[in-house]
């Protein structure tokens, strides 16, 4: 079946511009999960939504990072007045039970 | 707090050499357990999980791992790596229980270099 789908796979973007990156889980899966890897870097949690519950938004790293899922299925993943210590590539993944994450390919960001 | 150590960042091995990825975790509750891998340029890929039962997982590529809860470890092993193998190896952890969800603590990762 299809797997986490993000979009885009990669945005270039002006310093000060906001972006929005979104992701389509994998169907039926309830949790849903946005990280952050940079070059040569792990893995930084952003965000973790887990079916109706509030959202675990201790990871966002400051108040332009912002997320949403509708209906319990899409994300987006919303930057304000990106900085260039935003670039990164951003990394989706949705899970149902103790299965393990799904992952996206990821969208690339890169902030000039 | 919950955290993952993995020991060693990067692991230069020749190929047809054995390979062990060493991960060690802290948790006072009980634990799924998880190495994915990433190669280069690409998404990441669940490689194995350990969730309940047999404490020797066996995964994708011919890796498998050891849950060791005394020693609060997972290690990743394979008995003959191959070029391809070259990739970025992470460990997880998270809080388990049935049927839940958990955030997913995540290890540095080990950087694994097979040579010819």
């Known amino acids: 079946g299809a797997g986490v789908s993000q979009s885009p796979s990669n945005k270039v973007t002006e310093k000060g511009k906001d972006v929005e990156l979104r992701c389509d889980p994998i169907?039926?899966?309830?949790?849903l999960y946005w990280y952050r890897q940079s070059l040569g870097q792990g893995l930084e949690f952003l965000i973790y939504?887990?079916?109706?519950?509030?959202?675990?938004k201790s990871g966002l790293p400051s108040d332009r990072f912002s997320a949403e899922r509708t209906g319990g299925s899409v994300s987006t993943l919303t930057i304000q007045r990106t900085q260039q210590e935003d670039s990164a590539v951003y990394l989706c993944?949705?899970?149902?039970?103790?299965?393990?994450?799904?992952f996206g390919a990821g969208t690339r960001l890169s902030v000039l | 707090a919950q955290s993952v150590t993995q020991l060693d960042s990067q692991v230069p091995v020749f190929e047809e050499a054995p390979v062990e990825l060493r991960c060690n975790y802290s948790s006072s509750v009980s634990v799924y357990l998880f190495w994915y891998v990433q190669y280069p340029n690409q998404g990441l890929q669940l490689l194995l999980k350990?969730?309940?039962?047999s404490t020797l997982v066996k995964g994708i590529n011919g890796f498998e791992a050891e849950f060791n809860k005394s020693q609060t470890s997972f290690h990743l092993r394979k008995p003959s790596v191959h070029i391809s193998d070259t990739a970025e190896y992470f460990c997880?952890?998270?809080?388990?229980?049935?049927?839940?969800?958990?955030?997913?603590?995540w290890g540095l990762g080990t950087s694994l270099a097979v040579n010819p």
């Open positions: 350990y969730l309940s039962g």
């Open positions: 993944a949705s899970s149902q039970g103790g299965t393990g994450p799904s």
């Open positions: 169907s039926g899966h309830t949790a």
């Open positions: 939504f887990q079916g109706n519950s509030a959202p675990d």
């Open positions: 997880a952890v998270s809080e388990g229980g049935a049927g839940n969800n958990r955030k997913l603590i």
